[in-house]
């Protein structure tokens, strides 16, 4: 799926997030790589982590995105589905809305 940094944006903005760290206060994040044949477009970069249940691990994981702080460090991290599902409801508004 493509992303856009502007789409992150708008997505953590709608969901009342500061776009500021949380330890130093700065709006630097590093996201993912760019996209080399659509600059406007992130290679979205995440990490799969195992989910336990009864303290035995599953055969479900959850695919995180990580954005890290340029100037700190600081890790934030994203459910990507969640940010997925959000960014595809709105590209069907947006879709419709074009349509109509
Ligand atoms: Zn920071």
Redesign the pocket.
């Known amino acids: 799926m493509d992303i856009s940094s502007d789409e992150i944006v708008a997505y953590f903005k709608s969901n009342g997030a500061s776009e500021n ?1 949380p ?2 206060n ?1 709006e630097d994040w590093y996201v993912s790589a760019v996209d080399s044949d659509k600059p406007e477009k992130l290679i979205l970069e995440h990490a799969n982590f195992p989910l336990i249940q009864d303290n035995v691990f599953t055969q479900n994981i959850m695919q995180i995105i990580p954005f890290t ?1 340029v ?2 460090g ?1 890790v934030r991290l994203q459910h990507m589905h969640h940010l997925q599902t959000w960014i595809s409801s709105r590209k069907c508004v947006n879709d419709n809305e074009t349509d109509s």
């Open positions: 760290c330890f130093c700065k702080c100037t700190c600081f």
